[in-house]
């Protein structure tokens, strides 16, 4: 399985974005998809997650509102919507694939075991 991210960029305060994570490979077998963030010297952080079969989101409590996380199962794309971007919202955002997340999990590294690349994401005036 592969995951490919792109739609990362250089915006402004305020600006959005549209991130796009398109999995090829065994993808029947996720039950989730994802993103994560991780900032310079800080370390990896959830932002949003769907269930692959269902729809469900799930969300980081500071993000959410901001930030929305949708699916093209057709495509075997997730998208993350990010609105009123701040610069504290800078860092490398990856998506990630689960085959077995649970509910405790979800929000949690671990519980993924496919990784995409990362795309930059850099808010800055």
């Known amino acids: 399985v592969q995951l490919q991210a792109s739609g990362g960029g250089l915006v402004q305060p305020g600006d959005s974005l549209r991130l796009s994570c398109t999995a090829s490979?065994?993808?029947?077998?996720?039950?989730?998809m994802g993103w994560f963030r991780q900032a310079p010297g800080r370390e990896r952080e959830f932002v949003a997650t769907?269930?692959?079969?269902?729809?469900?989101?799930y969300y980081a409590d500071s993000l959410k509102g901001r930030f929305t996380i949708s699916r093209d199962k057709a495509k075997n794309t997730i998208y993350l919507q990010m609105n009123s971007l701040q610069p504290e919202d800078t860092a490398v955002y990856y998506c990630?694939?689960?085959?077995?997340?649970?509910?405790?999990?979800?929000?949690?590294?671990?519980?993924?075991?496919?990784w995409g690349q990362g795309t930059q994401v850099t808010v800055s005036s």
């Open positions: 769907i269930r692959w079969s269902g729809g469900h989101q």
């Open positions: 490979g065994l993808t029947s077998s996720f039950n989730a």
């Open positions: 990630a694939g689960s085959t077995g997340a649970t509910l405790s999990e979800v929000r949690q590294n671990r519980a993924y075991g496919f």
